[in-house]
C-alpha cells in the first residue's frame, strides 16, 4: 500500500522502523475503484435506512443526528470523519470521571456496559449501523472499505515509534480488528493493523468484507 504521503521510503523506514512495500499500482487503482464503487451503492441503497437512523437518533436523544469523530488518517492528516451519534451530548467530556473502569491498555478508552451510550446507540453499536456515514468518506477517498482503524487525535499522540506505521495507510471502516474479538490490548491492535497491512491483497479486503457482513447481521460486532 501507498507510503506516508509524499515521504520517500528511506524516510518512511527512519519514522516506523521498516517500509510499508506498496503493491502494484494495478491492485492499488482497483483498491479505489472498489472502494468508490460499493461506498456509492450502498449509499443509494441504503438511503431509507440511513433517513430512518437519522429521524430515530434525533427523536429519541436530545443533540445532532451525526457525531463528528475527531481522527487521524494517512500520514497523520487530520480527518474529519461521521457516526450516527450512539452516546449522550457531552459524552466526551465524562471520559475523565470514567477512566477508571477503563478496560483498555495504553492511549485507548474502552469499556463495556458504557453509561454514556443511549438505548438507540446500543442497536446502532451492536450491528454497526453507527458507523454507516463513514461511507462518505470513503467515497471521498479519505478512508476506505477495508483499512487500519481510525484512532482519535488524542491517541496519536500517545503512540510510540512503532506504532505510527499503522498510518502509512488509510483508515477503513472495516478491519482484521473486528474479527479477531476486538482486542482490548492496544499494542495486539496495532499488531493486527500491521498484519493487515503487511499482508494486504485485493483478496484480503474481499474476504474481511464477506466476514464483516456475517457478523453484523449476527449482532457480534460489539
Not at 443509494?44 to 430515530?56: D, E, K, N, S, V
Request: aromatic share 10%; net charge positive.
Amino acid at each position: 500500500m501507498n507510503t506516508l504521503g509524499d515521504l520517500s521510503n528511506q524516510r518512511v523506514a527512519g519514522i516506523y522502523g521498516r517500509v510499508t512495500r506498496p503493491p502494484s499500482k494495478l491492485a492499488l487503482a482497483l483498491k479505489r475503484l472498489t472502494d468508490f464503487v460499493v461506498s456509492a451503492a450502498l449509499l443509494i441503497m441504503f438511503m431509507p435506512l440511513l433517513l430512518a437512523i437519522g429521524i430515530t437518533v434525533k427523536v429519541t436523544s436530545p443533540g445532532p443526528v451525526l457525531y463528528r469523530w475527531p481522527v487521524v488518517g494517512k500520514g497523520g492528516r487530520p480527518l474529519s470523519a461521521h457516526k450516527f451519534r450512539s452516546m449522550v451530548v457531552g459524552a466526551d467530556g465524562m471520559k475523565r470521571e470514567l477512566w477508571h473502569r477503563n478496560e483498555a491498555t495504553g492511549p485507548v478508552f474502552k469499556i463495556r456496559n458504557d453509561p454514556r451510550v443511549t438505548p438507540v446507540g446500543r442497536v446502532l453499536r451492536k450491528f454497526s449501523l453507527d458507523e454507516l456515514p463513514q461511507l462518505w468518506n470513503v467515497l471521498k477517498g479519505d478512508m476506505s472499505l477495508v483499512g487500519p482503524r481510525p484512532v482519535l487525535s488524542y491517541e496519536w499522540e500517545h503512540f510510540s515509534e512503532w506504532h505510527r506505521r499503522k498510518l502509512s495507510v488509510k483508515p477503513g471502516i472495516v478491519s482484521l480488528w473486528h474479527l479477531r474479538g476486538q482486542p482490548r490490548d492496544f499494542d495486539t491492535w496495532v499488531r493486527l493493523d500491521l498484519e493487515y497491512i503487511d499482508n494486504w491483497s485485493i483478496w484480503l479486503d474481499f474476504r474481511l468484507l464477506a466476514w464483516v457482513v456475517v457478523y453484523t447481521l449476527t449482532g457480534r460486532n460489539y
